[in-house]
């Protein structure tokens, strides 16, 4: 659809020129902290302040889904001092929400995990399952956040349990489908990621929703996750609006 509203100086553009589902990878929390000679567990609060603050606005302007990257399979690999701190937000932000689900759910704003369970400490997982139990009635915005989640892992996931299905002879090969791997990730019955945003100068994804992401729009920028404003997020939204998406045809 050719962007043609009739305000076109709306912020953000009008509904029909909005992503369904955005993706963020939410880089640079680090960086941020070291330019203020802090320790990168700065970097991190600030982070998760931020994303609460978008999700927010997501809900404000009818996002359909928000889905972000807290915390990848690769990031055990750093040192477990900084791994705990994440950790130790997560158990933060997981019983806030808790304390938060009715007001939420009113609201129309479901949270849901989606990443490896195997790893993470029983009691996150807990606190994951308490606030997926609770649903919303009218479910406006849907926010995904992605911890101890790799899109690799994910596919090979899918994959085993198509496998499995097809050893008990219950599908057989050449019956399966794209749909089929699309309706095993975490995502199943969610749209695409129409629009992905990275920002903090690196343009890659690190391991990010590889199989949803085929025809994502992608937008880079060099501002750390932590300084990210709800008019950045409008200057994204808006240049995703004049992106022309044409999914293979002309
Ligand atoms: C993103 O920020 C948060 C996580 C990966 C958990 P980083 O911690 O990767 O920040 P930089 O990239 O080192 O600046
Ligand atoms: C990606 O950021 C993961 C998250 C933001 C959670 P990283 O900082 O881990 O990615 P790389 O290592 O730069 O690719
Ligand atoms: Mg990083």
Redesign the pocket.
């Known amino acids: 659809m050719e962007y043609m509203p009739k305000d076109k100086t709306a912020v953000p553009p009008p509904t029909e020129y909005l992503p369904q589902h955005i993706g963020i990878i ?7 902290a ?1 330019a203020r000679g802090l320790a ?1 567990e700065y ?2 609060r600030r ?1 998760s302040e931020v994303f609460m603050d978008i999700a927010r606005y997501c809900k404000k302007i009818g996002i359909r889904y928000l889905t972000v ?4 399979t690769e ?1 055990w690999r ?1 040192p477990p001092e ?1 791994v705990s701190g ?1 950790m130790d937000l997560f158990r933060e932000y997981l019983r806030e929400a808790e304390e938060r689900e009715q007001e939420n759910a009113q609201k129309g704003l479901r949270i849901r995990y989606i990443g490896e369970r195997e790893g993470l400490a029983d009691d996150i997982l807990e606190l994951v399952d308490e606030l997926e139990r609770g649903s919303a009635d009218k479910v406006r915005t849907t926010v995904n956040i992605a911890i101890n989640y790799g899109g690799r892992n994910e596919i090979l996931s899918a994959c085993k349990r198509l496998a499995e299905q097809c050893a008990r002879g219950e599908r057989t090969p050449e019956s399966l489908t794209e749909q089929d791997i699309s309706d095993n990730l975490y995502t199943a019955g969610q749209p695409d990621p129409d629009l992905i945003i990275r920002p ?1 100068g ?1 343009f890659r994804l690190s391991n990010f929703l590889i199989w949803q992401a085929a025809y994502s729009e992608f937008i880079y920028s060099d501002i ?2 932590p300084d990210y404003t709800e008019q950045d997020f409008d200057a994204a939204l808006e240049e995703y609006a004049h992106r022309s998406r044409r999914f293979g045809g002309v």
């Open positions: 939410m880089d640079g929390n680090g960086r941020w070291k990168r970097g991190h982070g990257y807290a915390f990848s990031n750093r900084e994440i903090s690196e750390l996750w």
